[in-house]
Nanobody, 129 residues
Framework: QVQLVESGGGLVQAGGSLRLSCAASGRSFSVYAMAWFRQAPGKDREFVAAVNWRGGNTYEADSVKGRFSISRDNAENTVYLRMNSLKPEDTAVYYC??????????????????????WGQGTQVTVSS
């Protein structure tokens, strides 16, 4: 099991920026991918961005492409989500997720919640108009 702790959420005005961090501990040496998902009230949890831990390939949802970027620090076992040009519709609880079972290796697992076996507690991001 990998333990994940997120930080960096908060309240920001539209057009502003935030950076979320997620520190992994435990079986972090066996992580295959890490990702950010978000969930707005009354909506399903949706994919935001992911990074392949070993190869460094990154993936972003169309809704955030060009505004958000994901990066990793292998030495610190930390993944970041840089969010620029924030919009009110980005308001949600943002969750960090890790794949220690290699589920993201198959099919579209990297884009779906089933690809990840460890989840953080979530951090609130609120964008005011």
């Amino acid at each position: 099991q990998v333990q994940l702790v997120e930080s960096g959420g908060g309240l920001v005005q539209a057009g502003g920026s935030l950076r979320l961090s997620c520190a992994a501990s435990g079986r972090s040496f066996s992580v295959y991918a890490m990702a950010w998902f978000r969930q707005a009230p009354g909506k399903d949890r949706e994919f935001v961005a992911a990074v392949n831990w070993r190869g460094g390939n990154t993936y972003e949802a169309d809704s955030v492409k060009g505004r958000f970027s994901i990066s990793r620090d292998n030495a610190e076992n930390t993944v970041y989500l840089r969010m620029n040009s924030l919009k009110p519709e980005d308001t949600a609880v943002y969750y960090c997720a890790a794949d220690a079972l290699k589920r993201t290796h198959y099919g579209d697992g990297i884009f779906d919640t089933y690809g990840y076996d460890s989840w953080g507690q979530g951090t609130q991001v609120t964008v005011s108009s």
